[in-house]
């Protein structure tokens, strides 16, 4: 599943530590999200998207 979570997280100049921080998982399971090596739980695909304020529909593609 692609994702758009390092473009947002950036427009919000948030570092990876910080966004894990703010959704209470670690730092390498952001990276692993964001390289497309990890697909997250439903629960911390909301928690992202709300952390990084866009939809679901934004940061996640089939």
């Known amino acids: 599943m692609e ?3 390092k473009k ?3 427009q ?3 570092s990876q530590g910080s966004l894990a921080e703010r959704c209470e998982v670690s ?3 952001i990276n692993a999200i964001e390289n497309n ?3 997250p739980s439903l629960q911390l ?3 992202i998207a709300r ?3 866009v ?3 934004e940061l996640f593609k089939p």
Request: hydrophobic share 35%.
């Open 3 to 5: 994702n758009t979570i």
């Open 8 to 10: 947002y997280r950036e």
């Open 12 to 14: 919000l100049g948030l």
């Open 27 to 29: 730092r390498q399971t």
């Open 37 to 39: 090596k990890y697909d």
């Open 45 to 47: 695909a909301f928690d």
């Open 51 to 53: 952390v990084l304020g």
């Open 55 to 57: 939809s679901m529909e």
